[in-house]
């Protein structure tokens, strides 16, 4: 690839003081310490799906729409975009003075080999590119969609928040097999990652991006608007547990956890230097995955008998107590509150639960007594409690169940395998999701049913797949809302995952800092109080 001209005289400066040895240049400098929900194993935001990955991303690399706190689109790193030829052609023009990390100029061909990326790991946007007959970059600052057809949320997908979200990056970078990770974390987001002073399992370290350029004009809402740096350097402190944590921030050793969990919000309530705040108003919505390719899951008969089993109840008490407050059931298959949701068909769910009846139906389904191997990820309070409820479920259904204890990164390396569980594969997860993530159709990645391309677990439903091509062609909101009516229902029969309830999750953050904004944890605009 050609080599651009690095920046001269003040940009030169400005890289040169990011070059500066940390022990320099952290004597002077403002620390923002924070404590992630769990420990950040994958660096490539694309590469993988979890929360904890995506949060890093935003921190370094940009995308070219955010999203409001009204789930609507405002332009990025671009100026604006015009909209031609009846809705088929689209020009995206990027704002001028855009810097990657490494000093070289934001051009159009990196955002084009970006998006490529992308969509070959998001089902929102191989969406988008079925719609696609032409991306190029018709300068360096125009990026083109030549459509087939209209596509009016073409700057939902590109801005989306659900992961995994569409990062901009060298093109030299972008250029990596979707299905590898980057070798070199280089975004031009407000932040630079410090590789050398990564220490797995512990620590991940960011500074200011001295050549990033804010967008003017707007305000500060969700990962849309101004994104103005506060502080030289941001570290993300791993913790072994939840006291270790809930103590730290207590203590003033950390400014701010991302999670406080349940058990320990009375005590962080009563802190008198803590500020307690939920940010996402959709909350986390829960779910158990089965594997389609492998027995006893692979028999619908079995997946339908299960639903008698699941108590949405107790899987929500176990993780947030009995306060009714912090959870809602019946849970669907989109996100309660948001216009897509429904109770309709969910019957299976909700009725009287009778392990004695299931336990007939799943054997008369041909249930040969099969191992399930069941994988928790044990170093995440909020999933193990959840993984202890599925556990007593499995075997009062009359499962043959194996608990397999994993931490977090080994979980999302087995659960990439399709090879039997005496192979080292897997019959069963569980994860969790922001509401967010199960607005619609459109990047609801567990409702697909597009077998082996699809999300771990590899559901297949042709109808699923009928039913969410329609929904992209409805033409208001009365009729999408009928369609994911009729994509609740078939969920059912084929039940490409279970719904386990819908709960609130609070952040938690010394009283010494301002300007933590919403929906997911965002360190722009963030400032000492």
Known sequence: MERRTLLKGAGAASLATLAAPAKLRAQSMTTLRFIPQIDLVYLDPVYTTPYVSR???????????????????QPQMLEGHSIENDGKLWNLTLRPGLLWHDGEKVLARDCVASIQRWAKRDPFGATLMQA??????????TIRFRLKYPFPLLPEALGKIPSPMCAMMPERLAQTDPFQQVREIVGSGPFRFVPDERVPGARNVYEKFAGYKPREGGRPDWTAGPKVVHYDRVVWNTMPDIGTATSALQAGEQDWMEYAYHDMLPLLRKAPN???????????????????????????????????????TSFMEALAGSDRSL???PLGFFAPGTPMASEEGL????GPRDFAKVRAEIKAAGYKGEKVVLMVPADSPTLKSQGDVA???????????????????????????????????WNAFVT??????????????????NGEAAYAGWSTSPRLEELRSAWFRAPNEAAQKAICVDMQKQAMIDVPYYPLG????????????????????TFWNVRPA
Do not use: C
């Not at 709960?503 to 944890?521: C, D, E, F, H």
């Open 347 to 350: 019957g299976p769910l909700t």
């Open 327 to 329: 959870y809602h059931v």
């Open 502 to 521: 819908q709960y609130v999750q609070p952040t938690a953050y010394r009283k010494s800092i301002t300007g933590i904004g919403g929906g997911i944890p």
């Open 391 to 425: 556990a007593d479920m499995f075997q009062q259904a009359g499962l043959n169940v194996d608990y397999m204890a994993l931490d977090w990164g080994t979980m999302l390396t087995r659960r990439n395998r399709k090879d039997s569980a005496e192979a080292g594969g």
């Open 55 to 73: 949060n890093h991303g935003y921190l370094v690399f940009d995308t070219l729409y955010g999203m409001d706190s009204n789930f609507k689109m």
């Open 432 to 449: 969790s999701w922001a509401g967010m993530d199960w607005l619609n159709p459109a990047g609801h990645i567990a409702l697909r049913g």
């Open 274 to 312: 803590v500020e307690v705040k939920v940010l996402d108003p959709t909350g986390m919505v829960t779910m158990l995955r089965v594997n389609h390719l492998q027995p006893p899951f692979d028999n619908p008969a079995i997946r339908r008998a299960l639903f008698g089993a699941i108590d949405q």
């Open 132 to 141: 696609t007959d032409e991306l190029s970059a018709v300068d360096d600052r």
